[in-house]
């Protein structure tokens, strides 16, 4: 069964430095990864999708990568602003059960001025 | 604007009722899900539809049951078997299981 881990739970940063995310998954049969961000008492909004066959994905300040053999991804935020303040989820969609969005529990990250 | 609405937005049930949440989308997505979230939890999936009139159990459909009679519409009813029933509830769609999901607003349903 699919495991979708992400650590640290809680991340507290200065703003203007680097934001780095983790995320680890236990089965590499994955269609794909996708990154979301979702702020207190709302929806999730998505931020990068990464399909099985690529390495990362990039849009403005936010790069993720993918390594499917190690079962990793990172999700990168350059130069954190307060507005980045939010819980960081990942999700893989396995391909043993179709439509089966496999979630972890988050990252909350607060970024102080 | 394309997107997925979710109503109401708050929901109070009572001791005994069956609740309904209501999903929309204007994406023309095959595909749609419920998920549950508890706090400090992940989003757990509780029933998915791949087609029209065509929908599967996720992980914890106990106590749910949901209908797909039209392509932009996927409502969700939570039973009086549903124990424990407080919780966010979010709407998400995609075209398939290799492409992008996306979430509407979510529903708090409280029990009282």
């Known amino acids: 069964k699919q495991e979708v881990t992400q650590i640290p739970a809680a991340l507290s940063v200065p703003e203007g430095e680097n934001l780095v995310l983790n995320c680890s998954f236990t089965?590499?049969?994955?269609?794909?990864l996708q990154w979301f961000r979702q702020d207190p008492g709302k929806g999730l909004t998505s931020l990068l999708l990464i399909q099985s066959s690529q390495r990362e994905q990039t849009s403005g300040r936010l790069n993720a990568s993918l390594d499917k053999s190690s079962g990793r991804s990172t999700l990168y935020i350059a130069a954190s602003q307060p507005g980045d303040s939010a819980t960081y989820l990942c999700a893989v969609f396995t391909t043993d059960s179709w439509g089966k969005l496999q979630f972890g529990a988050g990252t909350q990250v607060v970024v102080t001025p | 604007d394309g997107g997925i609405t979710q109503s109401p937005k708050y929901l109070f049930r009572k001791e005994g009722q069956n609740v309904t949440l209501s999903c929309e989308q204007n994406l023309n997505h095959d595909a749609m899900y419920w998920y549950r979230q508890d706090p400090g939890q992940g989003l757990r999936l509780i029933y998915y539809?791949?087609?029209?009139?065509?929908?599967q159990k996720g992980d914890i459909a106990e106590g749910y049951s949901v209908s797909r009679e039209k392509k932009e519409s996927f409502p969700l009813t939570v039973t009086s078997a549903q124990k424990n029933p407080t919780a966010f509830y979010l709407c998400?769609?995609?075209?398939?299981?290799?492409?992008?999901?996306?979430f509407g607003q979510g529903t708090r349903l409280t029990v009282v």
């Open positions: 089965d590499s049969a994955i269609y794909n």
């Open positions: 539809s791949q087609i029209v009139n065509d929908f």
């Open positions: 998400a769609s995609s075209y398939g299981s290799n492409t992008e999901a996306f």
